[in-house]
């Protein structure tokens, strides 16, 4: 805990809350109905099965039960049970992608707020930097704002540059 001896307290005031709720996110996606260990899905894998409606895994079951004969290994019952699992837990995803947007935007929201107050004191500094009365430390610190703000312009490409031959 954080008042023993020898361990640090938290970060900052939000710390614990968010500790506690990392904690609680974690539990139910150990409390997840899925495999102990799943392989990792390939992105081609991930298209594939995305791409593909549940309508036709429903065509593909009913087709398997009239003509059992060409079955050979393959189960309409596991196609049906791919059915039911989507949609029974898409609730759940969709309610878990609004969980990771809503707290994608508050972080946004308070990030936000900050980076204009530092912006705005970027364009006071620089002039300020320019004057005769500026220090050498006030120079280094709006180089150092300059170099973690302003994003490097993209170069511009000389002719056949980039290019390569079609053989």
Do not use: C, W
Not at 126 to 139: C, D, F, M, N, W
Request: aromatic share 4%.
């Amino acid at each position: 805990m954080a008042g023993e001896p020898g361990e640090p307290g938290p970060a900052n005031r939000y710390t614990s809350d968010a500790s506690r709720r990392m904690a609680q996110v974690r539990a139910i996606a150990d409390a997840f109905p899925d495999e102990p260990h799943p392989q990792a899905l390939t992105p081609m894998e991930v298209r594939l099965a995305r791409h593909t409606p549940v309508e036709a895994l429903e065509s593909a079951a009913e087709f398997l039960d009239a003509m059992p004969h060409l079955a050979q290994g393959m189960d309409a019952e596991l196609l049906r049970e791919a059915i039911a699992f989507e949609l029974a837990y898409d609730g759940v995803r969709v309610e878990a992608l609004a969980l990771v947007r809503r707290v994608e935007h508050a972080i946004l929201r308070r990030k936000l707020k900050a980076v204009k107050i530092t912006r705005g004191l970027y364009r006071i500094a620089k002039g300020y930097a320019t004057l005769e009365q500026s220090t050498e430390a006030v120079q280094k610190h709006v180089l150092s704002l300059k170099r973690s703000l302003v994003r490097p312009r993209g170069r511009k490409r000389a002719k056949g540059e980039g290019k390569t031959d079609g053989g």
